[in-house]
């Protein structure tokens, strides 16, 4: 199981607050796990990644194993950490301003 931590907002939007245990096919990569997460909690589509592009959101950033994983491809292998269930995907809101 993947264990997925998302920004509270999104929590909120889902109605479930803490980690979220996800089922994701080999191989574990962002792209399968979002997949997932959104088939799971219908509600979060969109709020990821864009509905067309499926591209990650401004301002929306994926980090696992102390990694910034935002910028890597959505096909990459996750970590091994993260398969295992040892470490946890952080979904994250990114802050900006001035």
């Not at 929590?11 to 574990?28: D, K, T």
């Amino acid at each position: 199981m993947i264990r997925v931590v998302l920004p509270a907002h999104l929590s909120l939007l889902m109605g479930r607050h803490g980690e979220v245990l996800l089922e994701v096919a080999e191989p574990v990569t962002p792209r399968r796990l979002l997949d997932a997460l959104e088939e799971t909690y219908p509600v979060l589509r969109g709020t990821i990644r864009d509905r067309v592009t499926q591209q990650r959101r401004p301002f929306i950033r994926f980090f696992a194993c102390e990694e910034d994983l935002s910028h890597d491809s959505p096909d990459a292998p996750l970590p091994g950490a993260v398969i295992r269930g040892d470490q946890p995907f952080y979904v994250v809101g990114a802050m900006a301003g001035g």
